[in-house]
């Protein structure tokens, strides 16, 4: 079945430094989905990307979907301690429904 | 308010109990989810629902089940043939199921004793 991986599984930073998440299916996805959870809290759905090659960006976070839409990246300029949470993509499969979940990456933020 | 209510947030049960875990939805979405999350896993899919009155097994769907029988309403029945129950348990719902961001609730943490 289909298999996301997500890399690195912990990331500690430095207040004010860069944070980048890596996502990596094994099969082409339809499209992929991005979600922060906050420590104790539930996921938030943060952005979906569809097309090969997509770009977006929300203030200090920058999205992407790689060319063969199998790979995507989160990319956070000078955290701040409210980045602080786990990030998971989760990628969609044509013909299949469901949504499959990364393993997350665990953000830390060193004030 | 609109959204997702799971309740109770924390629950205790003794090992051979079955536990049924409720999530409630207010906000006319078709598409209903349950998800488990153990430490360094990611979310792992245990059943999901399109419709009233149908549902589809996910990845891990051994040892539970799930009725759909309201709209607004999908529980979750941890039964005494899952092997390891203690989990924090995810109900999400969204409008569709594909190219629609999935909207969860608060969770339920389940330890079985």
């Known amino acids: 079945g289909q298999q996301v991986m997500q890399i690195p599984q912990y990331q500690h930073v430095q207040e004010g430094e860069d944070f980048t998440t890596y996502c990596n299916s094994s099969?082409?996805?339809?499209?992929i989905q991005w979600y922060k959870q906050r420590p104790g809290g539930h996921p938030v759905f943060l952005i979906q990307?569809?097309?090969?090659?997509e770009v977006k960006k929300q203030k200090r976070l920058t999205f992407q979907f790689g060319e063969a839409k199998k790979n995507s990246s989160l990319h956070i300029t000078a955290t701040q301690t409210t980045d602080v949470g786990t990030y998971f993509c989760?990628?969609?499969?044509?013909?299949?429904?469901?949504?499959?979940f990364g393993t997350g990456t665990r953000l830390t933020i060193i004030p | 308010d609109g959204g997702i209510t799971q309740s109770p947030k924390y629950l205790f049960r003794k090992e051979g109990q079955n536990v049924t875990l409720s999530c409630e939805q207010n906000?006319?979405?078709?598409?209903m989810y349950w998800y488990r999350q153990d430490p360094g896993q990611g979310l792992r899919l245990i059943y999901y629902?399109?419709?009233?009155?149908?549902?589809q097994k996910g990845d891990i769907a051994e040892g539970y089940s799930v009725s759909r029988e309201k709209k607004e309403s999908f529980p979750l029945t941890v039964t005494s043939a899952q092997k390891n129950p203690t989990a924090f348990y995810l109900c999400?719902?969204?409008?569709?199921?594909?190219?629609?961001?999935?909207?969860f609730g608060p969770g339920t943490r389940l330890t079985v004793l």
């Open positions: 990307l569809v097309k090969s090659g």
């Open positions: 906000l006319n979405h078709d598409a």
């Open positions: 099969t082409t996805l339809s499209n």
């Open positions: 989760a990628g969609g499969n044509f013909g299949n429904e469901k949504l499959t």
């Open positions: 999400a719902s969204s409008p569709g199921l594909t190219y629609n961001e999935q909207f």
């Open positions: 629902s399109q419709i009233v009155n149908d549902f």
